[in-house]
């Protein structure tokens, strides 16, 4: 079966300070990966998603990148956090269109202080 | 442009009451829409979804929406609503012309003893 793996859980980080968030997902081959970011309050932002390895689509300009080194890989980095940064950031995983809709990770909860 | 309205955002419903989540959709193809739950913490889990063929879907902890293609809707309800049911609810949309899903804002449930 597919699972999806995320981490860590929690993370606090200063103002300025390096970002690494690592999603992995098992069990499927060629996923279409996503990150979004939740703020306080707030829905669901799309920040990246890939469709193949070395492929990073960008849906908001920000402080943050991604990067996908193996098939089933998805990397959130940042290299200066801003306070701004702070949220709860969800990697996900689907096939082809979407239909079957996407599988969510745990998600890791991100303080920047 | 897909989008996705979800009236409410916050809902109270006594314990053993009716739970009506409401979700309204605009796209210019045949959509295929999802309702998700979120717990405190956790990432986003699918409830139900609803891509072709019966228009009354049943999902996981006796949820049901309705696809009403007149009303573009897809509204969430549950007959008798349970504690454990308190969590956030979020419509989604995607279609088969490899778009990505559009969430909505998202609806708190909240049920009240």
């Known amino acids: 079966s597919q699972t999806i793996h995320q981490w860590p859980a929690t993370l606090v980080q200063p103002v300025g300070s390096p970002l690494s968030l690592e999603c992995t997902v098992e069990g499927t081959s060629n996923p279409n990966l996503y990150w979004y970011r939740q703020a306080a309050g707030r829905g669901l932002q799309l920040l990246f998603y890939s469709v193949g390895i070395g492929q990073i689509s960008s849906e908001v300009p920000q402080n943050l990148s991604a990067s996908r080194p193996q098939d089933r890989q998805f990397i959130l980095s940042s290299k200066k956090l801003l306070l701004s940064d702070s949220g709860f950031y969800l990697c996900a995983w689907g096939l082809g269109t979407g239909s079957n809709g996407y599988t969510f990770g745990s998600g890791t909860r991100l303080t920047v202080v | 442009a897909q989008s996705v309205t979800q009236l409410g955002s916050h809902v109270s419903v006594s314990e053993g009451a009716l739970v009506l989540l409401r979700c309204n959709y605009s796209s210019s193809v045949p959509p295929y829409l999802f309702w998700y739950v979120q717990y405190p913490n956790q990432g986003l889990q699918l409830l139900l979804k609803?891509?072709?063929?019966?228009?009354l879907v049943k999902g996981i902890n006796g949820f049901e929406a309705e696809f009403k293609k007149s009303e573009t809707s897809f509204h969430l309800t549950k007959p008798s609503a349970h504690m454990s049911d308190a969590a956030e609810y979020f419509c989604a949309v995607i279609n088969n012309y490899g778009q990505n899903f559009v969430f909505g804002p998202g609806t708190r449930l909240s049920v009240l003893p």
């Open positions: 609803y891509t072709t063929g019966a228009t």
